[in-house]
């Protein structure tokens, strides 16, 4: 479904509304992250009660650690073969490129920058200020809580997006998604092998 969000919004295909945002995400109290991001506008306009986090971060540091990350995960080349097995990453991965090829115009190590300041700027000018929460992951729970109208927990502010734990976290999935693939693969021709004996066995017969 969010391919076909994205196919509706950047290339006219189809529609896709409340009733699709409510298939896709009715189950769910909060959306985050990509491909999300590339539907503020649409989902405010869904969800005008909703409350809105706004997390923001120095530009120049974001794009650098996007460049290392997400954006290195756009051409692995290990990605990009397993998506050919994969039928997990034969979903993930083309959705991947096309959340990047419009959502940041088709060039991110050029105007990322700038789209990251105009999706801040939109944000803005969309979600009145009592459902605004602008927001930075240096100021941990506390502003955070009480936008939610939640108890502070008792335990450390998480840290599980660090570069080297994302990298490990990537080629760990790739490894996994192989191994899936392989073993589908070896289940398939095991099941074909085994129809294969069995129709040859029952025109053997049939010949008698």
């Known amino acids: 479904?969010?391919?076909?969000?994205?196919?509706?919004?950047?290339?006219?295909?189809g529609e896709f509304g409340r009733k699709e945002w409510d298939q896709l995400l009715g189950e769910c109290q909060a959306v985050c992250d990509w491909p999300a991001c590339a539907f503020a506008k649409e989902l405010i306009e869904a969800y005008p009660n909703a409350k809105v986090i706004l997390t923001t971060r120095e530009v120049d540091s974001w794009h650098a650690s996007v460049m290392k990350t997400v954006y290195w995960r756009v051409s692995d080349p290990e990605h990009s073969f397993v998506s050919n097995f994969s039928w997990a990453a034969s979903m993930y991965y083309p959705m991947l490129n096309k959340f990047f090829e419009t959502f940041f115009r088709g060039d991110f190590p050029n105007k990322g920058k700038q789209v990251y300041q105009d999706h801040v700027d939109e944000v803005r000018s969309l979600v009145p200020p009592e459902r605004l929460l602008e927001y930075k992951i240096s100021d941990g729970w506390?502003?955070?809580?009480?936008?939610?109208?939640?108890?502070?927990p008792d335990t450390a502010f998480p840290r599980g997006n660090d570069m080297a734990d994302f990298f490990k976290r990537c080629r760990t999935r790739n490894r996994h998604q192989m191994m899936n693939a392989a073993l589908q693969a070896v289940t398939m021709g095991g099941a074909l092998l085994a129809t294969g004996l069995a129709a040859t066995m029952a025109f053997k017969r049939f010949c008698r």
């Open 1 to 13: 479904m969010w391919h076909d969000a994205l196919a509706a919004k950047y290339d006219g295909v």
């Open 142 to 152: 506390g502003p955070l809580c009480e936008f939610l109208g939640e108890d502070v």
